[in-house]
């Protein structure tokens, strides 16, 4: 089946280093849409990104993605960690033709530190 | 903006007892809500996906007779917990989306089910 793989259980570096979280994905299916949420302390999962355009690059609030489907990858990146990032980060994956059912990676714990 | 009330945030049920949590959209019509968990040490796994006018379709290893699901107009939905034991804790989160096709999931705060 379907699976969202996070390699790093907790990522923690200085405040203006870059950031990345890695992010693969394994599915049948040759349009899948890939996601990023973001889940601050005591807070609900957000969006961030979303993609489903091949090595398309995807930004928004610093934050960018490209979904490289030769490599079923899809890691986030940042170019320079502020400490409001710290957070609890999600990669996520559906399929194009049941776009409500996302299947969740483990998550990476982001901590960013002054 | 396009909101999800979720409710309890948290609740502590003993084993055996059964716990309902429920969803609220504002802001938007939630034409499909999917209910997940988020059990200790793990990711969200999927429970079910309820889309107002059609069956609800429930994922592996969850069915209707333990965890009954309502979505009965386009802003609640509701999902309870039958006869709950210590694997049933963690956190459960529901997700409504407009049915737009490819959009996202706007998330509740989730509810926090302790079993004693």
């Known amino acids: 089946g379907d699976s969202v793989t996070q390699t790093e259980g907790l990522v923690t570096l200085t405040e203006g280093l870059p950031v990345m979280l890695n992010c693969t994905y394994q599915?049948?299916?040759?349009?899948?849409?890939l996601f990023w949420y973001v889940q601050h302390l005591n807070e609900s999962p957000r969006l961030l990104l979303k993609?489903?355009?091949?090595?398309k690059r995807t930004e928004h609030q610093g934050f960018h993605a490209t979904l490289h489907k030769s490599s079923s990858s899809f890691h986030l990146q940042k170019s320079s960690a502020q400490l409001s990032d710290s957070a609890l980060y999600y990669c996520?994956?559906?399929?194009?033709?049941?776009?409500?059912?996302?299947?969740f990676g483990k998550g990476t714990h982001l901590h960013v530190l002054p | 903006g396009a909101l999800v009330y979720q409710y309890p945030r948290r609740t502590i049920c003993k084993s055996g007892t059964s716990m309902r949590m429920e969803c609220q959209a504002v802001g938007f019509q939630a034409t499909s809500v999917a209910w997940y968990r988020q059990s200790p040490q793990k990711t969200f796994e999927l429970i079910a996906l309820?889309?107002?006018?059609?069956?609800?379709?429930?994922e592996q290893n969850f069915t209707q007779e333990k965890f009954p699901i309502s979505h009965p107009n386009l802003s609640f939905s509701s999902m309870t917990v039958l006869n709950a034991y210590l694997e049933d804790r963690g956190l459960y989160l529901c997700g409504a989306s407009p049915g737009q096709g490819h959009e996202r999931l706007f998330f509740g705060h989730g509810t926090k089910l302790s079993v004693l």
């Open positions: 599915t049948i299916y040759s349009n899948p849409f």
């Open positions: 309820s889309t107002v006018n059609s069956a609800i379709k429930y």
């Open positions: 996520a994956l559906s399929e194009d033709t049941n776009a409500y059912k996302v299947i």
């Open positions: 993609s489903f355009t091949d090595n």
